[in-house]
């Protein structure tokens, strides 16, 4: 791994975005991608501020982290496709993959694997029952309900985000800190690492 990791995260909803804060401290390279912009409804669930709203979710975060911590990043807001998969995660110590999809999961994966870069997913259900954070060797991508179906958009599973975000920050520190791939299964039960 280089002297300063860059951690590319795919993906700044719900999980991505509280992960991500989470990780601001680690002496890391921070790389968010998302095309989609901030809502009135993101504010629920998300790590983003009122003055976000109508932004995109990458620059958004960068600038946040910047103004509150000090923290700098770089923020590409544009949707992850074939076309441009390599030249977004060129360069990647670690691939994070926090997309509500099974599409972009599946894009992500298979470039990851012929790249061979290291790639961590992390979901959660719709009911918000379960969340678990696997590395890409272990992952399968549930599809959603409807194509483009939203999820976490209302604030009724922010417990279980932020414990699954935080198990991502944990995962993604033990790789960064001393390259260890753990999994973890995150339950109303309480936190298991695999």
């Given at each position: ?29 921070l ?24 932004k ?31 030249a ?107």
């Open positions: 791994m280089p002297e300063r990791p860059r951690l590319v995260f795919l993906g700044v909803g719900a999980l991505g975005s509280n992960a991500a804060v989470a990780c601001r401290t680690l002496d890391a390279e790389v968010f991608v998302d095309f989609d912009r901030v809502e009135s409804k993101n504010l629920l669930a998300q790590a983003y501020v009122k003055q976000s709203v109508g995109h979710k990458a620059e958004a975060l960068k600038l946040q982290l910047l103004n509150f911590w000090g923290a700098k990043a770089q923020a590409h807001a544009v949707r992850v496709t074939a076309d441009n998969v390599a977004l995660t060129a360069g990647a110590s670690l691939l994070v993959d926090a997309f509500d999809n099974a599409q972009s999961r599946r894009l992500v994966s298979a470039h990851a694997r012929s790249a061979q870069l290291p790639l961590v997913h992390a979901a959660i259900s719709a009911d918000g029952t379960f969340g678990l954070v696997r590395w890409d060797e272990r992952f399968t991508p549930d599809e959603e309900g409807a194509p483009g179906q939203p999820t976490c958009e209302g604030g009724e599973h922010l417990p279980m985000i932020a414990q699954v975000s935080a198990a991502l920050a944990r995962v993604i520190q033990d790789f960064v800190t001393k390259q260890l791939r753990r999994d973890v299964m995150v339950t109303l039960g309480g936190v298991q690492a695999t």
